[in-house]
């Protein structure tokens, strides 16, 4: 029977084995505030305390169960936009510099989690576009020659490899070397700990109800008391009632996942050896991987936000529809049943990639909102980049991701 509504990563976390932090109460004073416990704001969490700073963190809810709980778990070594058209809308070098810069944040990430020996089922794998349409492999090679200018080229893949070691026909593909796939949930609650090993103080179930501010300092309003800081760092993947002049910048989208269940060796077998990460150049495109090696994880079916009384009833007519999509891509695959399906809200920006830094209206907030990528590696790259602005050492490639690119 496919659970629908639900993630396997939260759905298969042990319930004995749920971290538990403690409910904000009184009034406090912290150097750093981050609002927000996913993917970004435990990296963020970890990324200040282990440069000394004292950090509190301050969920609304419970740690990763947000957008991180219902995320792929791709570690991507590029942003979610192709190359040519981010180069249209930022411009050659702002495009060069934020591809760099996600490509050395996807490799840090994963080096990380090694370090820190996060058990979060880390694999290293290559990801790979490909066109399946005439038009597609125009783009694809429009998309080649522009990267190929700019130094950020990628070995481009003939039908005949895509065919033998992906197991799907496709007129040809750009491949993306060094990516990983994780368990987006087990990654978050690990740096949490991680972080409060390094001092960090972490609270669930408190939610912040407004932030003041004024010139010297700000002050978070959580439910269980005031905490006055000078530095508020806004992890909550995208702008929500605490910063409504924000939403403006913003269009909010549903995404969609299913994972199928355990794939036949005989089958498997017929996909080729390579478990690359497959994305396409769909609209709305797939991003497809395989998780324990023998599962398919598929995402797609984008469309705008699904209102909260009508998402049961999608999750199903979805998730019927990326199996259907799976199956024109992998045909060996047909009558092989999903065994989860469900939803993920995220925010788009005009450009495509994500805001993290200061906005001129806020002063001593920094911000990290608008990942679309399908992949982790906005919430690491935001890590630092943030950690870069807070000890004003920020770098030219940080400047790809501002609100006044
Ligand atoms: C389809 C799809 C697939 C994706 N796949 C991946 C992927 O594979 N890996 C990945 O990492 N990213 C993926 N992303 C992007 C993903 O959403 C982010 O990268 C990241 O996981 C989200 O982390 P986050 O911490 O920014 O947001 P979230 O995980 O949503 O965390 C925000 C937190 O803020 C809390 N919050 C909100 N308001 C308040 C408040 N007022 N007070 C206190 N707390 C509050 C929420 O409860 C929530 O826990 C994907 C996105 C989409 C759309």
Not at 180 to 195: E, S
Not at 279 to 289: G, K, N, T, Y
Request: include cysteine; charged fraction near 25%.
């Amino acid at each position: 029977m496919t659970k629908y509504g639900r993630s396997p990563w939260l759905d298969q976390f042990p319930k004995s084995r749920i971290p538990s932090y403690p409910k904000h109460r009184g009034p406090m004073q912290s150097d750093v505030v981050i609002v927000g416990g996913g993917l970004t704001g435990c990296a963020t969490a970890y990324a200040f305390a282990a440069a000394g700073l004292k950090v509190t963190l301050l969920e609304a809810d419970r740690l990763g169960r947000g957008g991180t709980g219902a995320a792929s778990g791709w570690i991507a070594t590029e942003p979610g936009v192709p190359f040519a058209q981010l180069e249209r809308t930022v411009g050659l070098r702002s495009a060069r510099k934020a591809w760099q810069a996600w490509r050395r944040a996807a490799l840090d990430f994963a080096a990380l989690l090694r370090r820190l020996d996060i058990r979060c089922a880390l694999e290293e794998h290559d990801s790979v576009l490909v066109a399946r349409s005439p038009e597609e492999a125009l783009r694809l090679k429009r998309e080649q020659k522009v990267r190929r200018d700019a130094g950020v080229d990628a070995p481009l893949l003939s039908a005949r490899t895509i065919r033998g070691e992906l197991g799907l026909d496709a007129s040809g593909g750009l491949r993306g070397k060094d990516g990983a796939t994780i368990d987006p949930y087990r990654a978050c609650v690990g740096l949490a700990a991680a972080a409060v090993a390094r001092g960090a103080q972490i609270f669930e179930r408190s939610g912040v109800r407004r932030i003041t501010f004024t010139r010297k300092t700000a002050d978070v309003h959580a439910l269980g008391g005031v905490i006055r800081t000078h530095r508020v760092i806004v992890a909550t993947s995208m702008p929500n009632a605490l910063f409504k002049g924000l939403i403006r910048h913003f269009w909010f989208k549903t995404s969609f996942l299913v994972l199928t269940e355990r794939v036949p060796a005989k089958i498997r077998h017929q996909l080729g050896s390579d478990r690359a990460v497959v994305r396409d150049l769909a609209e709305p495109a797939h991003a497809i991987r395989w998780v324990g090696g023998d599962r398919l994880l598929v995402v797609g079916a984008d469309s705008d936000a699904v209102p909260p009384r009508q998402r049961d009833k999608v999750v199903v007519q979805r998730t019927g529809q990326l199996m259907y999509e799976l199956s024109t891509l992998y045909p060996d695959i047909s009558g092989i049943q999903p065994d989860y399906g469900w939803a993920a809200d995220y925010a788009l920006t005009a450009e495509g990639i994500p805001y993290i830094g200061s906005h001129r209206n806020y002063p001593h907030h920094l911000f990290a909102f608008g990942d679309a990528s399908h992949s982790v590696t906005g919430a690491y790259l935001a890590s630092r980049v943030l950690l870069r602005q807070h000890l004003e050492e920020s770098e030219s490639a940080d400047e790809a991701f501002s609100f006044n690119r």
